[in-house]
């Protein structure tokens, strides 16, 4: 079993910038990390995704060249800077986990989700 837990939401003006963070406990070895956001009436969208070793990042078009995903070196915490924010980031995140290589859609364990709101 594999808990996750995002910290680091928050209000942000546009341009700004947060990190946020995802803590996974249990066993985590050889799992891939990624990144979702959701808002109100909107299906969960992929943001990014990052392998167990942290060699192989991958992102959505919309965040690319504006989000950064990372892993610690103890490889249990997974971070997504986010730059240049734009009103249209205003959404739950949530961190998510999977054995295996990175995905863009298929992952075993979600965390609860943190707020991201980006005001104009």
């Known amino acids: 079993q594999v808990q996750l837990v995002e910290s680091g939401g928050g209000l942000v003006q546009a341009g700004g910038s947060l990190t946020l963070s995802c803590a996974a406990s249990?066993?985590?070895?050889?799992?891939?990390m990624g990144w979702f956001r959701q808002t109100p009436g909107k299906e969960r969208e992929f943001v990014a995704a990052?392998?167990?070793?942290?060699?192989?990042?991958h992102y959505a078009d919309s965040v690319k060249g504006r989000f950064t995903i990372s892993r610690g070196n103890a490889k249990n915490t997974v971070y997504l800077r986010l730059n240049s924010l734009k009103p249209e980031d205003t959404a739950v995140y949530y961190c998510?986990?999977?054995?295996?290589?990175?995905?863009?859609?298929?992952?075993?364990?979600w965390g609860q989700g943190t707020q991201v709101t980006v005001s104009p």
């Open positions: 990052i392998s167990w070793s942290g060699g192989s990042t």
């Open positions: 249990g066993r985590i070895s050889n799992y891939a």
């Open positions: 998510a986990a999977r054995v295996g290589i990175p995905s863009s859609y298929e992952y075993d364990y």
